[in-house]
């Protein structure tokens, strides 16, 4: 079976803003997904969170593009009444982590990918960085 990975907002803009830093093993991770060696998932809250930021240093058509090509390799999870109000009802100290939870357990995904696993402490779904990720499959960052 292959894994469902639910990407946090701050991977997706590692990936989409190409952050020095962090990019490589986004970008790695999205590879696996063009190659169906897994399945990416994402939020749609994440969409709009990162056309605003990344507008602000891009050209707006050029993010629109980046996002199409995302659209390609992501499943979205919809943002629903039910997982607003799992959300305000949760014990996460972050709604918008809570959000974010809420649609990864809704599209059964069975890891969590995000740079902020302190933010997921009550996850009951595995919390990994790209970098923790790859190495658990043998893949090198």
Do not use: W
Request: hydrophobic share 40%; proline share 1%; glycine share 2%.
């Amino acid at each position: 079976m292959k894994d469902r990975l639910f990407l946090d907002t701050n991977i997706v803009i590692d990936l989409l803003g190409e952050r020095a830093s962090f990019y490589e093993s986004a970008a790695k991770i999205a590879t696996l997904a063009d190659k169906g060696k897994v399945h990416i998932i994402v939020s749609a809250l994440t969409y709009s969170t990162v056309y605003y930021l990344l507008s602000r240093y891009e050209d707006n058509e050029v993010v629109k593009e980046k996002m199409r090509k995302l659209k390609v390799i992501a499943e979205t999870s919809d943002l629903t009444d039910k997982i607003i109000d799992q959300g305000l009802s949760s014990k996460f100290a972050d709604f918008e982590d809570a959000l974010q939870y809420y649609c990864a357990v809704k599209t059964e995904c069975n890891i969590l990918i995000t740079r902020n696993g302190k933010d997921f402490k009550a996850s009951e779904i595995s919390v990994l960085t790209p970098d923790e990720y790859l190495k658990s499959r043998k893949i090198k960052p």
